[in-house]
């Protein structure tokens, strides 16, 4: 994990920065004494070429971005100005030109409680890398070149953060010198998007021929061949996508200043053909370097359920780094992850307060609608499932058919009413009705709960603690994944089929391979339960739901539905969730309207991507706003 660098070098920085002139593309005087002093030895050169990586959005918990909470698989309690969870203002419709909580593209004039990443100075700064890393004094080829590939990678990764959240993008080739003169360089366009697509993958590919394949024990979080070759690969599926590829519904007058597109309007299949080569290049690179599926081998021996579960829960919260095979990248970064572990962890004693666990950060009632039946299927879709009431209380359990009968992954990530639940190195049952200790207090005010019935299970580790007495905190301490291998796998298999129309031999092995860490039958043999392996639209959808399934609670429902285009359907209503204010089974198994503190709002077009700042677009006037903004 990257360590934070001593205080002689974040002044440097501080010193550059303010000598800088303009918002996204500040400028570095050359020749300064400061940044002379900064290559004059490899030591405090590798640590400048460590704070190159401070400028990676943070994607854990509810508070630095929106992809966590903002998702529709996650989401925290029904109180809390915006200020305080920023991501509520892209739910609520409350982000504009003039009012963004997330600066990315800028940070200055943003309102109280917005996060700041400022990703352009982080490109400045891995340029000025490349410009000086040929004068540090004796430094070997193996090691320059790692940092090149360092560099690079990081420059390609922050142009796709700004694709990711606002589409198109500004590119910026290279270091601007104070005294440039060229209007196109000093004000730039924004470039169709295929053209951003271009000028990141071809990065990432000169950054994985320079970097090795992993790191060492004491730069873990730094960038490797592997992990440039699996954002790659997310680049490419993304460009495939239907926001993005011949998207005339959405995108048919979103044009440069001379009137070109800046979305393609003419569908592509030979994308997804790209996107399905660079996930088989990634995954073949892994596995060649040792990355593989995370399994316990404690639970090898147990049934097939039992392992799953177990699986797939301690994938996130057992190994540490070294040893997780499966994270090709992570942050190391545990702020959010305690926060997740603090706001999202079981309430475990009476009366409610707030210096304990309290169940805030919780799974959406529309994430628990998601998972598979125990056979691997949609619970439509299974014969053993489809016909029954889900919503109905079973008497002898005492919970919901909707909790009965479902797949390892849900039991590990999720816990529910009447549900096992481990914490505070105790097991123990969940009880989430109004006045039980899990459940509603009755009080609006009390802003630490449960807002759909549910508490958080995956990132919970049952040595998380709380003591009363000294009212401190016993985290457990593992890495968030930023990719991991199993999203290769999945899609693989997506672009297989978008290209082909079916899944190949591959495409199948891929699947049963994250299928079979989970404790489910392969993809074929499930399917055999319910007439055969689907066609079409449908066999699209499930694909979607294997990959909302597997990947939920980790920041990518944010980004999925929105490059599948169905973000609008997902989040542009009223979530639901269980009658939180009955205290007997029967009220509380009632589905309602879930309580919020704003009306969900989303637009379309418009709600796809954050707008630019007004303010730079005011700075310069080649550039154009997104659409419905």
């Known amino acids: 994990m990257i360590k934070k660098l001593h205080h002689r070098l974040l002044v440097l920085l501080a010193a550059i920065s303010a000598a800088a002139c303009t918002d996204y593309l500040d400028v570095l ?5 400061e940044l002379r002093d900064i290559f004059k030895t490899e030591t405090q050169a590798e640590k400048f070429l460590a704070t190159l990586y401070n400028y990676i959005p943070n994607v854990t918990g509810y508070r630095p971005m929106p992809d966590y909470c903002a998702g529709g698989d996650v989401m925290t309690g029904w109180v809390g100005a915006v200020r305080y969870f920023p991501y509520k203002s892209l739910l609520y419709n409350e982000e504009s030109a003039t009012t963004t909580y997330f600066g990315m593209w800028n940070v200055k004039g943003n309102p109280s409680g917005s996060q700041n990443y400022d990703l352009f100075k982080g490109i400045r700064y891995c340029y000025i890398l490349l410009d000086n890393v040929d004068k540090v004094p004796g430094l070997d080829l193996k ?19 700004l694709m ?4 198109p993008t500004v590119i910026v080739e290279r270091e601007i010198g104070q005294n440039e003169t060229d209007e196109a360089v000093i004000y730039p366009e924004r470039r169709p998007y295929d053209e951003c697509v271009t ?6 590919d000169e950054a994985a021929a320079l970097m090795a394949a992993t790191q060492p024990a004491g730069k873990l979080g730094r960038a490797t061949s592997v992990a440039a070759k699996a954002i790659k690969a997310r680049v490419l599926l993304y460009a495939a996508s239907p926001l993005v590829n011949g998207n005339s519904e959405f995108y048919a007058g979103f044009k440069d200043k001379s009137g070109r597109h800046l979305i393609a309007q003419e569908y592509d299949p030979e994308k997804w053909e790209k996107a399905r080569t660079a996930a088989q290049e990634a995954i073949a690179l892994a596995e060649e370097n040792g990355y593989k599926l995370y399994e316990n081998p404690t639970a090898a021996a147990l049934p097939d359920a039992e392992r799953g579960e177990i699986n797939y829960h301690d994938l996130f919260v057992e190994p540490t780094w070294p040893q997780n095979p499966e994270y090709l990248w992570a942050s190391g970064d545990q702020t959010y992850i305690r926060n997740v572990q603090f706001r999202g962890g079981a309430r475990i004693e009476d009366p409610y307060n707030t210096s304990s666990f309290n169940p805030y950060v919780v799974p959406t009632f529309e994430l628990v609608e998601t998972y598979y039946s125990k056979n691997g299927l949609p619970m439509d879709a299974d014969p053993e499932t489809k016909g029954l009431d889900l919503y ?9 058919l909707l909790h009965l009968n479902r797949e390892p992954r849900f039991y590990a990530s999720v816990g529910y009413d009447r549900g096992p639940y481990e914490i505070n190195n105790q097991s123990f049952t969940l009880h989430c009705r109004k006045g039980e200790r899990q459940g509603s207090t009755g009080n609006i005010a009390h802003e630490y709960q449960s807002c759909t019935g549910y508490v958080l299970k995956k990132w919970i580790h049952r040595t998380l603690a709380y003591d009363k007495g000294s009212q401190q905190y016993t985290y457990r301490e593992y890495p968030f994944p930023l990719i991991r291998l199993a999203e290769l796998y999945l899609s693989y298999a997506e672009a297989d089929f978008e290209y082909t129309g079916s899944l190949g031999s591959q495409s199948l092995v891929y699947l049963n391979k994250v299928r079979k860490r989970a404790g489910l039958p392969d993809f074929e043999v499930s399917w055999n339960r319910a007439g055969g392996i689907p066609q079409g639209q449908k066999l699209r959808d499930v694909l979607h739901q294997e990959r909302l399934i597997e990947l939920a609670m980790e920041a990518r429902w944010f980004h999925d539905i929105r490059r599948w285009k169905t973000a609008g359907k997902m989040l542009g209503h009223t979530p639901k969730s269980w009658n939180l204010e009955a205290p007997d089974g029967p009220g509380f198994y009632q589905v309602v309207n879930m309580k919020e503190s704003g009306t969900r709002t989303f637009i379309t077009p418009k709600s796809y991507w954050m707008a630019i700042p007004l ?12 659409p419905g903004y």
């Open 29 to 33: 005087p050359e020749g300064t004494p």
């Open 143 to 161: 090691t320059r070149n790692q940092w090149i590939g360092e560099a690079k990678f990081l420059i390609a990764y922050y142009h796709w953060q």
């Open 164 to 167: 990711s959240y606002y589409g």
């Open 199 to 204: 000028f990141v993958t071809r990065l990432l």
């Open 392 to 400: 109905k209380m079973d008497p002898d359990k005492e919970t919901a």
């Open 615 to 626: 303010s730079q677009i005011n700075i310069n006037q080649n550039l154009v706003q997104n």
